[in-house]
């Protein structure tokens, strides 16, 4: 099945640096890359996805980027500020027909200091 | 537009009780997903359906674990007898999946479970 590789654990910035994120994926058949931001005490909040047939998307300050030639994306923060502090998961669809079967990875521990 | 309505947020029980976990998906999304999520093993996929049918229970931890999805607005998830080990926070999410192309998945606030 899928396996998906999430790094570093756990980042912290100064506010207005940039954080970035990666994750490596097995299955070669997905091809559907969603970002989620988990705040405490509430569940993952979809705040990007991208899919295959693109090799970078933005939205404001964070941008994804995808290499589907060696099995990579990444989530880049731009201008990072004080709430952008949370835990975030990558995830990788499931190759076949699997329902919208998401595999996440281990998840980032994102601090930014004031 | 209502998002994914987990209750309750909180359970607070004793070992060996029964525990029912309750999920209302969002409108109109025809797959639904339980999660469970703890420190040591991150966000793991328990079980799925897709139009209501049980696709893939293959993470159920044990037979103690079942879930069932009567219609498409309300799943259960269920735990009986429950174990202190099976003290975690555990999501609910729907997606609108299609085979053209796959949907997000959103999830609900949760339910935190204590079994003392």
């Known amino acids: 099945g899928e396996n998906v590789e999430q790094h570093p654990s756990t980042l912290s910035v100064q506010e207005g640096d940039s954080a970035v994120i990666k994750c490596t994926y097995s299955?070669?058949?997905?091809?559907?890359f969603p970002w989620y931001k988990q705040e405490l005490g509430k569940g993952p909040q979809l705040i990007i996805d991208?899919?295959?047939?693109?090799g970078e998307k933005k939205d404001q300050r964070i941008a994804v980027t995808l290499n589907k030639t060696a099995k990579h994306f990444s989530l880049h923060i731009t201008e990072t500020q004080p709430e952008d502090s949370a835990v975030y998961f990558c995830a990788a669809n499931a190759g076949g027909t699997s329902y919208g079967k998401l595999t996440f990875g281990q998840g980032t521990i994102l601090t930014v200091h004031p | 537009d209502a998002g994914v309505i987990q209750s309750p947020r909180h359970e607070v029980t004793e070992m060996g009780q029964e525990v029912t976990l309750r999920c209302k998906p969002i409108s109109g999304h025809n797959s639904l997903f339980w999660y469970r999520q703890t420190m040591m093993r991150g966000l793991e996929l328990l079980i799925y359906f897709n139009n209501n049918v049980p696709i893939d229970d293959s993470g159920m931890p044990e037979d103690r674990f079942s879930a069932k999805m009567p219609n498409a607005s309300f799943s259960t998830l269920k735990i009986q007898p429950s174990e202190p080990r099976d003290s975690a926070v555990y999501f609910c999410a729907s997606s609108a999946f299609t085979v053209l192309s796959n949907q997000p998945q959103h999830f609900g606030d949760g339910t935190r479970l204590s079994i003392l």
């Open positions: 991208i899919r295959s047939n693109v």
């Open positions: 299955d070669s058949a997905s091809n559907y």
